[in-house]
């Protein structure tokens, strides 16, 4: 049977990789960004594969234009077999300078975004006793590190509502997974909001070219394709909880373990 599969933050990153990787499998593919001209590059690049795809450019954060993709993805269709909530925005700066609207953009994606996504797909995977749910949160959301903790918040929301929601929705036959990548070498922190903080006794500008150089050349963590990977085996298997990359298998057993001593070491960072 063709899985049909919707994705959102598709235009980039994981979400991109994942794409493809299902586009491979022959997957009809709903696809959903902000970002509408990534869109368009990518739905040849399904096609290629053997999926097939429809493009709906969202802002997953307005639950309006949310229920316009939702509604798109079941036309003509049964309903939706996976949902991947893929879709984030991240930050780099020190609370004290992070205005209100910056919070409400954070958790409005990577929050609002993943429960208004799941709650639209939601009533029709119960009335069909099936469906997968993959919320794509973060390391973040076990370990909260200073200068990102709006994504962090946000992160910890995503573990929190999945967790309950399994409980809720195990017995219609939904399964929820979360998964929690460590660094993936994407463009993530080109698109995120950046400021100023100091760590390490180092005034640091996240604005700046040389930070953005470091991170994108820094090679820790794992590739786009191998987090897709890594996505589409928990979406098929049995596990409630994956962590994606050695990092964050060890920092999330670390911080789980020892909270004290991780809260020390934060702390003994930003002096």
């Known amino acids: ?63 309006e234009q949310v229920a316009d993709l939702v509604a798109r993805a079941h036309a003509g269709a049964d309903g939706i077999d996976v949902l991947v909530n893929c879709a ?15 919070w409400q953009k954070i958790l409005g994606v990577n929050l609002l975004g993943t429960i208004y996504t799941t709650l639209a797909v939601l009533p029709r995977m119960r009335e069909r006793r099936s469906g997968v749910i993959v919320n794509v949160a973060s390391m973040s959301g076990i370990l909260s590190t200073p200068f990102t903790v709006p994504y962090c918040t946000s992160k910890f929301g995503v573990v929190g509502f999945s967790r309950g929601l399994r409980a ?9 997974v979360v998964v929690n990548p460590g660094m993936v070498r994407t463009e993530f922190a080109r698109h995120a909001t950046r400021g100023r903080f100091r760590i390490l006794g180092r005034e640091v500008s996240s604005a700046s070219a040389s930070f953005l150089q470091r991170v994108e050349a820094s090679r820790l963590g794992v590739s786009a394709d191998e987090a897709a990977r890594q996505i589409r085996r928990a979406a098929s298997g049995e596990r409630a909880e994956v962590a994606i990359g050695m990092d964050a298998k060890i920092l999330t057993r670390i911080a789980g ?4 001593f991780t809260q020390r070491v934060l702390e003994l960072l930003v002096r």
């Open 257 to 260: 373990a020892f909270p004290g």
């Open 88 to 102: 984030g925005v991240g930050i780099y700066a020190g609370v004290a300078e992070i205005p209100p609207e910056q």
């Open 168 to 176: 809720e929705v195990a017995r219609d036959g939904v399964r929820v």
């Open 1 to 63: 049977m063709t899985a049909r599969v919707l994705i959102t933050g598709a235009a980039s990153g994981m979400g991109r990789a994942l794409a493809l990787r299902y586009a491979g499998e022959g997957a009809h593919l709903v696809l959903a960004d902000t970002d509408a001209d990534g869109l368009a590059t990518l739905a040849p690049d399904v096609e290629r594969r053997g999926g097939i795809a429809l493009c709906v450019p969202t802002d997953v954060s307005r639950p």
